[in-house]
């Protein structure tokens, strides 16, 4: 699926704006990520057809079982890779930034030493 921002960014904000929200319209995604109305509409449609997401009888989003699967992959890296950041002394708000790129391209290898070490840093 070829989009100009991730499509896990998108499912990434569905997740987190459910748990917040319960309930989550593309307008609600268009202003976490502040982008477009437009754009954001033209993301969901391609979202729902690869599958990824669907819409209720009110017009919720909602992730399905592929969806859901990529945003909790995603979520997990930007958090472990954010307050790894923070813990080695980068400032909160670049971490999080630093984050939303890194938990697109990094290995899943790489990924999992990150949170192994900053597991130890933190119980230590």
């Not at 268009?30 to 819409?55: C, D, Q």
């Not at 790129?101 to 290995?107: A, D, G, N, Q, T």
């Amino acid at each position: 699926m070829k989009m100009q921002e991730s499509p896990e960014d998108y499912l990434e904000a569905i997740l987190v704006l459910s748990r917040e929200l319960g309930n989550v319209r593309s307008i609600d995604v268009a202003n976490y990520l502040e982008y477009s109305k437009p754009s954001v509409s033209v993301a969901m449609k391609r979202l729902r057809e690869n599958g990824f997401v669907t819409l209720d009888e009110h017009g919720n989003l909602i992730l399905t079982g592929s969806g859901l699967s990529i945003a909790l992959k995603i979520y997990e890296r930007h958090l472990v890779i954010s307050q790894f950041l923070i813990s080695i002394g980068v400032a909160e708000e670049i971490a999080k930034k630093d984050a939303c790129r890194m938990e697109h391209v990094i290995s899943d290898e790489s990924f999992e030493k990150i949170k192994q070490l900053s597991h130890k840093i933190i119980s230590e």
